[in-house]
């Protein structure tokens, strides 16, 4: 499945940040997150077998640990502000959000994803692709094209975080 090979090398990606620059990781970022969602949009129906889905692979402190190397990459560039959802307080104004904490969301939705599917046992590998598109439709590929969005933003507009 492309799928998995997209959201591994994105995961392995996000976890070995050392020695890339700013605008090295931008550019890398883009790529990887571009070919997730597209992968994301070739995975077919499925329907869960197992009722209880396997406990998250990623821990707060692996979650942590991605949201501050990106957000220490982006530097001033992590922060952007986007329209309030419509679970928050009030819709009309736009709130503070980081780049950081988008990718730190997607990475343990793909890491949780590939750890069961790398299991190798066939109905797990069904539920965890269930699983990853449920959640994609309810959040993750939302968080996913936000972050995408302010890369390719800084992306095409030459930002080069290392400079600040």
Not at 6 to 25: V, Y
């Amino acid at each position: 499945m492309a799928l998995v090979s997209a959201a591994n090398d994105t995961c392995l990606f996000l976890e070995e940040l050392k020695g890339i620059t700013g605008r090295e990781f931008i550019e890398t970022a883009v790529k990887h997150l571009a070919a997730v969602y597209h992968r994301m949009l070739g995975v077919g129906q499925t329907e869960p077998v197992f009722e209880p889905v396997p406990e998250p692979a990623v821990t707060e402190q692996d979650w942590s640990g991605i949201y501050q190397r990106v957000a220490a990459l982006l530097g001033p560039y992590n922060d952007i502000l986007r329209q309030a959802g419509e679970e928050e307080f009030d819709r009309s104004e736009l709130v503070r959000h980081t780049i950081s904490e988008d990718l730190a969301d997607v990475y343990q939705e793909l890491r949780d994803f590939t750890s069961v599917y790398s299991r190798g046992i066939e109905e797990l590998m069904n539920d965890a692709a269930w699983e990853l598109k449920e959640r994609f439709a309810e959040h993750w590929g939302e968080k996913l094209l936000r972050a995408l969005a302010a890369l390719h933003l800084l992306y095409v507009n030459g930002a080069d975080p290392t400079d600040e």
